[in-house]
């Protein structure tokens, strides 16, 4: 039994997030974690994949990737993979409740890229090096001029690596952007918390939506919702929200709108909870 309503209790703590140095500390241990995992596996894929171009460029009597355990390469990989499906978006989350403004997952994901494009660029330094570059060479047929495909497969050393660069810088360069667009959303929010008007309003649209897994099953992806309230003047409006939690949403059920009313039809200017105590960060 309890003696604090849910939601109250909900609510402070999510709070006790916004600025407290303790929970940056620990979305940075998380990113750390998260990141060493993407490491690992970039070194454990990148190895993965030299094996597979030995093959193609060298003769089966030639110069292969040896020594390697495969029972401590699944157990590496298998470690990495947990690192790095629980640490970025843990991280996330504490980074999110630091800042009381969403847009961790763009960092989680351009850490993840960055820490795995690491591991491919330090571990293509030692790829095998091909027995006669240029040459296809068997054990018992002449040798054969490269085609354009094995070409691609020698330089992948260069390319690889570069590729996921590009592709971490992209994400940077995406994460800034939303983290930007966030700061903005969640000035206005504050805003809004102390000098907008806050009515009630109604959920008259909800669509769930669903995630299918390996087997087959069905999952509950979050929900898109479209509420209805009436602004300060008396006009009745509607605005569509996606929410990661639908289990709290319900069709016809009451909701709390945010609105300015110097500015009702801008629908940046309009935030939806769908939670009775709402944290700063529970308002999109």
């Known amino acids: 039994m309890e003696t604090v309503d849910p939601s109250v209790r909900r609510r402070r703590q999510r709070d006790r997030q916004v600025g407290n140095p303790a929970a940056l500390r620990m979305g940075v241990i998380w990113f750390v974690l998260g990141a060493a995992g993407a490491f690992v596996l970039g070194l454990l894929v990148s190895l993965w994949f030299d094996a597979l171009r030995a093959i193609s460029l060298n003769a089966p009597s030639g110069t292969h990737v040896s020594g390697v355990s495969v029972l401590l390469v699944g157990a590496g990989m298998v470690a990495g993979a947990l690192l790095v499906g629980l640490g970025l978006p843990v991280g996330a989350h504490h980074l999110d409740g630091y800042r009381a403004v969403r847009g961790?997952?763009?960092?989680a994901l351009a850490i993840g890229v960055a820490g795995f494009a690491l591991g491919v660029a330090v571990a293509a330094r030692d790829w095998v090096a091909a027995d006669r570059v240029g040459?296809?060479?068997?054990?018992?047929?002449?040798?054969?001029?490269?085609?354009?495909?094995?070409?691609?497969?020698y330089y992948a050393d260069l390319w690889l690596p570069g590729l996921l660069v590009v592709l971490s810088l992209l994400l940077v360069w995406s994460a800034v952007r939303a983290q930007r667009r966030g700061a903005a959303s969640a000035a206005t929010r504050d805003r809004l918390l102390t000098e907008g008007l806050r009515t009630t309003g109604t959920i008259s649209e909800l669509r769930?939506?669903?995630?299918?897994?390996?087997?087959?099953?069905?999952?509950?992806?979050?929900?898109?919702?479209?509420?209805?309230?009436?602004?300060?003047?008396?006009?009745?409006?509607?605005?569509?929200?996606?929410?990661?939690?639908a289990s709290v949403l319900v069709q016809g059920g009451a909701v709390q709108v945010l609105h300015d009313p110097a500015r009702a039809d801008d629908d940046d200017s309009v935030f939806v909870s769908f939670l009775r105590e709402p944290a700063a960060l529970d308002w999109v």
């Open 104 to 107: 961790g997952g763009g960092w």
């Open 135 to 153: 040459w296809v060479v068997t054990d018992y047929e002449p040798p054969e001029p490269w085609g354009w495909v094995r070409w691609i497969l």
């Open 208 to 245: 769930i939506h669903y995630s299918s897994d390996d087997s087959g099953g069905r999952h509950v992806a979050g929900a898109t919702a479209t509420v209805t309230y009436v602004d300060a003047a008396g006009t009745r409006r509607w605005v569509t929200r996606k929410y990661a939690d």
